[in-house]
């Protein structure tokens, strides 16, 4: 089995990169509720601290601070790709590896991630989350897309989040 090499550092501030195995699919946003839910219950167990995010028809973008002592970001998202795997019931195309392995070949194996080393970069980070559906041409503004942290901020006010932060 391969040693993927991965920083470990416990509370650090991450982004990531999460894909559907199908460039092109919609499954994420047609199936919103189901990887919303995935992610709830992925988080009560182990908690993340979402400084942003965004969901796009076919991948993820993410920026996580993690608690202090807590490096496991790989756990999180194995639980929240297989709750939403599980819920959803879909499948992709299987190799004879993913079949042997009992996987849906519904997403993408790894993921990419990248540790945030200042509040620049967070900032960066955020932003880059943000204004993603814009890049591809699902939306005009930042805020016309539904599927983003942006409006979790906007509810509830909150002045001082990275979110509103990186958008201001």
């Known amino acids: 089995m391969p040693n993927y090499r991965r920083l470990r550092v416990p509370g650090a501030t991450w982004f990531f990169t999460v894909n559907l195995a199908e460039r092109g699919g919609t499954a994420l946003t047609d199936r919103i509720d189901l990887l919303r839910e995935a992610y709830r219950v992925t988080a009560a167990e182990q908690p993340i601290r979402c400084e942003a995010m965004v969901v796009l028809p076919d991948h993820i973008h993410a920026v ?5 002592g807590d490096a496991d970001f790989s756990r ?5 790709k297989g709750r939403f795997t599980h819920a959803s019931g879909l499948r992709g195309a299987q190799s004879p590896s993913m079949a042997e392995k009992r996987e849906a070949g519904l997403w993408q194996r790894r993921f990419w991630e990248h540790m ?4 620049d970069e967070e900032r ?13 041409g699902l939306v005009a503004q930042v805020e016309d ?3 983003s942290t942006l409006h979790r901020d906007l509810r509830t ?4 989040s990275p979110t509103l932060r990186a958008v201001a």
């Open 64 to 68: 996580w601070t993690l608690p202090p």
């Open 76 to 80: 999180r998202w194995q639980k929240i």
């Open 116 to 119: 945030i080393r200042d509040p």
């Open 124 to 136: 960066r980070a955020i932003a880059y989350c943000l204004s993603d559906p814009v890049r591809h």
């Open 145 to 147: 897309w539904p599927f």
């Open 157 to 160: 006010k909150v002045g001082e």
